[in-house]
């Protein structure tokens, strides 16, 4: 089985910075995408794309948060993380983790269990 462990959100005023980590445990063989994405706690609000890093270092980001945050990840730890710049009240949300690994037997996608992220004065 494979776990993902995040950490790292909180309360942090607007303009602030927060660093999220994201680690996978388990019976891997290999991780390809990992991903962080996000989801406002009101009804009907979607589980949103904040961004993506592939195993070779290749990232993307949602328009809404280019220039401010940054995906990188340490393959040799199988973790992620997202540096988070000049947060705005909009980015309240919470995140997510995200892997897609391959174990012995298949690949899958594997979430982990959220972070809160409050942005508020």
């Known amino acids: 089985q494979v776990q993902l462990v995040e950490s790292g959100g909180g309360l942090v005023q607007p303009g602030g910075s927060l660093r999220l980590s994201c680690a996978a445990s388990g019976s891997i063989f290999s991780i390809y995408t990992m991903g962080w994405y996000r989801q406002a706690q009101a009804p009907g609000n979607q589980r949103d794309l904040v961004?993506?890093?592939?195993?070779?270092?290749?990232?993307n980001y949602a328009d809404s948060v280019k220039g401010r945050f940054t995906i990188s990840r340490d393959n040799a730890k199988n973790t992620v993380y997202l540096q988070l710049n000049s947060l705005k009240p909009e980015d309240t949300a919470v995140y997510y983790c995200?892997?897609?690994?391959?174990?012995?037997?298949?690949?899958?996608?594997?979430w982990g269990q959220g972070t809160q992220v409050t942005v508020s004065s």
């Open positions: 961004a993506t890093i592939t195993s070779g270092g290749s990232t």
């Open positions: 995200h892997a897609d690994v391959v174990t012995a037997f298949r690949r899958n996608n594997y």
